[in-house]
Every structure is written in structure tokens, then in C-alpha cells.
């Protein structure tokens, strides 16, 4: 059974977050580059950059950022919530690359989730994780005692029940980040909305949507905690607990976008024996006129329901690959070792079949990016290898999110960026810590 709390956070204070707020959240710590770091870093002495991404050498930067966070809450920067409640957070932005679409609008709320090990099947993975980003936040983890970016899960009512709760919420905060985008937050603090939303997400199982390192991580250091008290704690300890992003499965604002592929570093790369290799299993036909974002999107659109690829390459252009209707990917080299409904994937047959077995791209090179480098748009890829920097680039179609919750009931997690879901969820807005004295707000 799937436990949910409200949270009794640490918050920027009110009214410095109601002035300010843009100037203090930032995005995820692993979709942070460098200049990003910088701009952050500079829009103020206080954004949550230097918690998440603090700087210095080996294990001082983590002490550092430890430090920091208490400061922050002694001096009154961050301040605590008299009362739990659930916080209602609705994002509304223009998808990317279409100027003049229609604002597309994601909600969900942030809460706790009580923390259980995959193997309980109530929270459930879709990607494979590194030992190197795990360790890195568990350091962050038991510096600060704190959980300081929510997770993004997806629960599941197919009905919208929860809409009018949502709707509901008090509004706290409205601003808009320097990508357009723009935030709400909202708070639901009375017993029986958040009973409400507690029995629903009570039935769900959880699929995680972006979050695997910092969830992973969360559940090593609740078991250091335990073993730290003699095995156990209480049930209620806020250490128990992860905080995170819910939204509904179902949601039409949900968007995923895909992550296309750069080849690059191969010590020899033939395009003409790649495509006879692949003419068994792909039907192969010329992309006429140049590879542009709009051109190649439409192809891609054409048949989302059967493993189509777009490639370019230096020297042979492009070609649209399309997964053969007598296909069979059961008798494939290395496509028969792969479980359904994995087996089918777009994502699955572009590692196995193309990277894998046409390519020589081992399962150990691609989980190191060896030789793949991951790009949100069509334009960088082309790009990279238009300019030497990558041998082959694979635009691909997005995964659509009833089959990364088949594949992850199932048992099984995909490859790595198999999703971009869009927007991402900033950190910022709330902060757990977790003390094994300090208790959560159950409802059972």
C-alpha cells in the first residue's frame, strides 16, 4: 500500500520567496551546466544552487553545504511550517521549439512518500541508476539532514478525481522563471482535503518519472538511519520519508519529450555496412531535401506506434529507418535476450539493434556514454555532427507513458534517457529535512 504524508517543510520566508522567488529556485542539480551553475550562482548569494551544487574540492564542498543549510535556517532564510499540508504545484508553459502553440498546464502537489525498496513494488523505477550520482547526493544527504529536491512520481486516477482538491488550494506564490515558465503554488492544509488525496494515491503504485538517483539515495540513508538507532526508528521519523512531486498519470498537461542520440569517439565508423546491417530488420528510405527540426518531427510522426528512427550522418545524409512488419525481434542477435514488453520499445530496439548489435556499442560503453552523447533537440545533433564532434545522429520518437508504466510493471527499467518529461520540477519551493526525532504528519 502506497503511504503518502503532507509535509511540515522548511520554505524560503514568505515574503522574501513572494519577491524574490526566481531568484532563489533553481532546476534539478543534474540538468545544471555549467553557465547555468554561474547564472544561478550570481542571481543571488542565496539561490539554492550553492546547496545542491556547492562548490569545493572532495568531501568540503558537502560539509560546506551542510553548514550552510543550518545557517540559513538560524538566521531566518528558510523557516518552517506551523501546520502540514499538502502543497498544490501547477506549472504552465509553451512547449519548446513551437512558438504559437497553445499554453499546455501540468498540476500536482508536493507531499511525502513513505520510502520502500523496489523490490516492494510499490514504487517503481524506469530507468537503471550509477553508484557515481548516488554517492554524491548521499553525501549532500547526510551533511545537510535534509531532502532538498523533490522527486517527480506519477500516481494513477483516470477519472481526475483530485482536480477539484487541487483547485482548491490557497495560492502562495505565482512567478515566472527565465524560460517562461510559470510557477503556482498552492497550500492544502484541512483534514479532509488531504484525507482525500491520501486515499487515492493510497491504491496507486508510484512510477517514478524523473528522480531515480536522489529516491535510491533517499532509501540508503533512512537504512544508515535505522542502523545508526539499533535497526529501528519510529514509523512517523521524517528520515522514513522522501519528498516529492505527484502528478496524475493521466494528465493531459503530462508531457514527455524524447532524448535523441549523438554518436561519437568510434574508432572506425562505416555508414554503408551500418545500413546493410540493418536492412534486415528496418525499412530504409532517403529523407529528401535538407534534415531540418520540423521536416524530421513529421517523419517521426508518421508511424509513433512502430520503432522509427531518423539518422544523419557526414557522407550518406539522412535516412528514416522503420521497424519491418515481419520484423522479428525474437530471433534478433541481441533483441531475443530482452523481455516483453520491453523488447518492442523504441528505446530498447535503438540500443539493442542499432547501437548493440550494428554498431558494437557494448551494454558497458553505453551506461558509460562511451561513445553516446544525449541531446534534447534536433538542431544540436545535427549540429555536432555537421561540425565534426559526433559520426551519427538518431532522432527518435518519444516514449509515451502507459508504456514506461508496462515496461516498469513488468519488472523491468529501460535504458538510460529513455524520457524528458518537460518541465522540470524546480528546487526550491520546500525542503524536508530529516531528523529521526522530528515526526510527520500521518494519515492513515
Given at each position: 500500500m502506497t503511504e503518502i504524508a503532507p509535509l511540515k517543510a522548511l520554505r524560503y520566508a514568505a515574503e522574501r520567496f513572494a519577491s524574490d522567488a526566481p531568484m532563489l529556485v533553481a532546476p534539478p542539480y543534474d540538468v545544471i551546466g555549467d553557465q547555468d551553475r554561474a547564472d544561478l550562482e550570481a542571481a543571488s548569494a542565496e539561490n539554492v544552487v550553492?546547496?545542491?551544487?556547492?562548490?569545493?574540492?572532495?568531501?568540503?564542498?558537502?560539509?560546506?553545504?551542510?553548514?550552510?543549510?543550518?545557517?540559513?535556517?538560524q538566521s531566518g532564510i528558510f523557516q518552517r511550517d506551523e501546520e502540514p499540508a499538502f502543497y498544490s504545484y501547477t506549472q504552465r508553459f509553451q512547449p519548446p521549439g513551437r512558438p504559437g502553440a497553445q499554453l499546455v498546464v501540468r498540476r500536482g502537489f508536493l507531499a511525502l512518500v513513505r520510502l520502500a525498496p523496489f523490490s516492494e513494488r510499490?514504487?517503481?523505477?524506469?530507468?537503471?541508476?550509477?553508484?557515481?550520482?548516488?554517492?554524491?547526493r548521499l553525501m549532500l544527504f547526510r551533511q545537510c539532514v535534509a531532502n532538498l529536491s523533490p522527486g517527480f512520481m506519477l500516481y494513477e486516477d483516470p477519472t481526475m478525481s483530485l482536480d477539484g482538491v487541487l483547485d482548491g488550494a490557497k495560492e502562495i506564490a505565482r512567478f515566472t522563471t527565465h524560460d517562461g515558465i510559470e510557477h503556482v503554488l498552492g497550500r492544502i492544509s484541512d483534514e479532509a482535503s488531504m484525507a482525500q488525496i491520501a486515499a487515492q494515491v493510497r491504491s496507486s503504485k508510484l512510477l517514478i518519472a524523473d528522480g531515480h538517483h536522489r529516491y535510491e539515495t533517499a532509501v540508503a540513508y533512512r537504512d544508515e538511519v535505522r542502523a545508526a538507532h539499533g535497526g529501528t526508528v519510529d514509523?512517523?521519523?521524517?528520515?522514513?520519508?522522501?519528498?516529492?512531486?505527484?502528478?496524475?498519470?493521466?494528465?493531459?498537461?503530462?508531457?514527455?519529450?524524447?532524448?535523441?542520440?549523438?554518436?561519437?569517439?568510434?574508432?572506425?565508423?562505416?555508414?554503408?555496412?551500418?545500413?546493410?546491417?540493418?536492412?534486415?530488420?528496418?525499412?530504409?528510405k532517403e529523407f529528401?531535401?535538407?534534415?531540418?527540426?520540423?521536416?524530421?518531427?513529421a517523419r517521426l510522426r508518421i508511424s509513433p506506434?512502430?520503432?522509427?528512427?531518423?539518422?544523419?550522418?557526414?557522407?550518406?545524409?539522412?535516412?528514416?529507418?522503420?521497424?519491418?512488419?515481419?520484423?522479428?525481434?525474437?530471433d534478433h542477435p541481441v533483441m531475443r535476450h530482452l523481455p516483453e514488453p520491453l523488447r518492442s520499445t523504441d528505446v530498447a530496439v535503438l540500443h539493442g539493434a542499432i547501437f548493440e548489435h550494428a554498431l558494437g556499442i557494448t551494454k558497458e560503453a553505453q551506461?558509460?556514454?562511451?561513445?553516446?552523447?544525449?541531446?534534447?533537440?534536433?538542431?544540436?545533433?545535427?549540429?555536432?555532427?555537421?561540425?565534426?564532434?559526433?559520426?551519427?545522429?538518431?532522432?527518435?520518437?518519444?516514449?509515451?507513458?502507459?508504456?514506461?508504466r508496462a515496461v516498469s510493471e513488468s519488472g523491468e527499467v529501460m535504458p538510460q534517457k529513455s524520457t524528458y518529461f518537460y518541465p522540470k520540477v524546480l528546487t526550491g519551493l520546500a525542503f524536508h529535512t530529516l531528523q529521526p526525532e522530528r515526526r510527520v504528519h500521518r494519515i492513515v
Open positions: 550553492h546547496l545542491i551544487l556547492p562548490r569545493g574540492d572532495g568531501d568540503a564542498k558537502y560539509t560546506d553545504a551542510g553548514a550552510r543549510f543550518r545557517a540559513w535556517e510499490i514504487v517503481l523505477p524506469h530507468e537503471r541508476t550509477l553508484a557515481g550520482p548516488k554517492l554524491d514509523e512517523a521519523a521524517e528520515s522514513e520519508y522522501f519528498m516529492c512531486f505527484l502528478a496524475n498519470g493521466a494528465d493531459p498537461g503530462l508531457l514527455v519529450f524524447p532524448t535523441h542520440r549523438v554518436v561519437h569517439a568510434l574508432p572506425s565508423f562505416d555508414s554503408e555496412a551500418l545500413l546493410v546491417k540493418l536492412s534486415d530488420y528496418f525499412e530504409i529528401a531535401g535538407e534534415p531540418l527540426r520540423e521536416t524530421i518531427e506506434e512502430i520503432p522509427t528512427f531518423v539518422l544523419y550522418a557526414a557522407g550518406f545524409g539522412t535516412k528514416v529507418l522503420r521497424l519491418r512488419s515481419t520484423a522479428s525481434l525474437g551506461a558509460a556514454k562511451t561513445n553516446l552523447k544525449y541531446v534534447q533537440a534536433i538542431d544540436d545533433g545535427l549540429l555536432e555532427v555537421s561540425r565534426g564532434k559526433g559520426q551519427l545522429f538518431v532522432a527518435m520518437n518519444p516514449t509515451p507513458v502507459k508504456t514506461v
